[in-house]
């Protein structure tokens, strides 16, 4: 098991008991990440902070019902992903934005291959790109797509 994913279970279990500081930072750990998934599905950054907003706050209000605390991961990207889903369903006209430089400054935005990459992947159908996304650039197993996706 590696280092981060021991440390995000302890954050949880620190989380359930009311641990402020531990939900800070569980946040600033998973903010940037969760926005970036998000808006791989909603092309719409916006929207995307928005939903992962939401989707913390579904956290708080559900911390003491997750018995598992190592399925935190599978857990938070299933809510950001039906939230985004639920988004996408809402505005399904809406235009795709262009990406945003404050997502990751400076990181894989900024470079060629993945601008061909999200290019390509927008033409996908949205299970589909979700499925890529996870496991490839997110780098989830297929277990932990399967029970983001619940399927």
Same mark, same amino acid.
């Given at each position: 098991?590696?280092? #981060?994913?021991?440390?995000?279970?302890?954050?949880?279990?620190?989380?359930?008991?009311?641990?402020? /500081?531990?939900? &800070?930072?569980?946040?600033?750990?998973?903010h940037? /990440?969760?926005?970036?998934?998000?808006? /791989?599905?909603?092309?719409?950054?916006?929207?995307?902070?928005?939903?992962?907003?939401?989707?913390?706050?579904s956290?708080?209000?559900?911390?003491?019902?997750?018995?598992?605390?190592?399925?935190?991961?599978?857990?938070?990207?299933?809510?950001?992903?039906?939230?985004?889903?639920?988004?996408?369903?809402?505005?399904?006209?809406? &235009?795709?934005?262009?990406?945003?430089?404050?997502? #990751? &400054?400076?990181?894989?935005?900024?470079?060629?291959?993945?601008?061909?990459? &999200?290019?390509?992947?927008k033409k996908?159908?949205?299970?589909?790109?979700?499925?890529?996304?996870?496991?490839?650039?997110?780098?989830?197993?297929?277990?932990?797509?399967?029970?983001?996706?619940?399927?």
């Open positions: 098991m590696n280092k #981060d994913k021991i440390f995000d279970e302890l954050l949880v279990l620190k989380c359930r008991d009311g641990d402020k /500081k531990a939900f &800070e930072l569980l946040i600033k750990r998973w940037k /990440k969760l926005i970036s998934f998000s808006y /791989k599905i909603t092309h719409d950054l916006e929207a995307s902070k928005d939903l992962v907003q939401e989707s913390w706050i956290f708080h209000r559900g911390i003491r019902g997750i018995s598992a605390p190592s399925k935190f991961s599978s857990w938070i990207y299933r809510v950001v992903y039906n939230k985004s889903i639920d988004y996408l369903r809402k505005h399904r006209s809406a &235009e795709p934005q262009e990406i945003a430089d404050e997502i #990751d &400054e400076g990181n894989e935005y900024a470079d060629d291959r993945w601008k061909t990459i &999200e290019f390509l992947l996908l159908p949205t299970t589909h790109k979700t499925i890529l996304t996870l496991f490839y650039l997110e780098e989830h197993s297929i277990k932990e797509i399967s029970e983001i996706l619940q399927i």
